[in-house]
Structure formats: C-alpha cells, structure tokens
Nanobody, 124 residues
Framework: VQLQASGGGSVQAGGSLRLSCAAS????????LGWFRQAPGKEREFVSA????????RYADSVKGRFTISRDLAKNTMFLQMNSLKPEDTAVYYCATTRIVWSEIANHKRYNNWGQGTQVTVSS
C-alpha cells in the first residue's frame, strides 16, 4: 500500500488545517493507521491513530480536543482535522500504517509503511 499525505500549509495560531492521507495499491483492512510529526531537531512524535476497521481512537495529550482523526472508506483516505493550531504544532506530518498490537501504536519504530510527509507551519 502506498501512502500520499497532503494538506499541509502555513497558518496563524488559532487556525485550522485538514491533512489527508490517501492509500493506493491495496486494502487497508486489518491495519492501524497513524499520524506522526517531526519538528527540526526532534524525534518523530505520535499524534493520533485508529483502526481502519473502526473502533478505538487514540490521541497524544498535546493534541487531544484539538485534532480529530477520521476516514473515508470509499476513498481509502484518512484525515487529520487540526483546529486551534499552536506554534508548537509546527512540524512535518507523516501518515503511516502498521499491523502491530494496539498497545504499541505510539511507537513510530513499529510502523513499516510511511507517506512522504507534509509540512505544517503555525506562526504566532
């Protein structure tokens, strides 16, 4: 499965962006899909993840209540709606897939398929 992330851009603090992650070349059935981000000089950081089949969703504490992960089954696409953006949300955002157990979804090293990343810049 190939992943294509898009939707990044530059916004002022308090603004919103919606990221998309389109999957092609296969089914997402049975996968966990996640969003991660990486700021310059920092380690890749977990943002959110869910099971493509539905059910439990998890968010990092830093984005809880501001970001929402969702999917369009017909379009094989995952979204990350980001509201009330803060300068500290500035990073390259990546989507990824894995089949690991739910307890490990925040560990980026356990994901084996990554999209190319999309830049999000939030100015104060």
């Amino acid at each position: 499965v190939q992943l294509q992330a898009s939707g990044g851009g530059s916004v002022q603090a308090g603004g919103s962006l919606r990221l998309s992650c389109a999957a092609s070349g296969g089914t997402l059935s049975g996968y966990i899909l996640g969003w991660f981000r990486q700021a310059p000089g920092k380690e890749r950081e977990f943002v959110s993840a869910f099971r493509w089949s539905g059910g439990t969703t998890r968010y990092a504490d830093s984005v809880k209540g501001r970001f929402t992960i969702s999917r369009d089954l017909a379009k094989n696409t995952m979204f990350l709606q980001m509201n009330s953006l803060k300068p500290e949300d500035t990073a390259v955002y990546y989507c990824a897939t894995t089949r690991i157990v739910w307890s490990e979804i925040a560990n980026h090293k356990r994901y084996n398929n990554w999209g190319q990343g999309t830049q999000v810049t939030v100015s104060s």
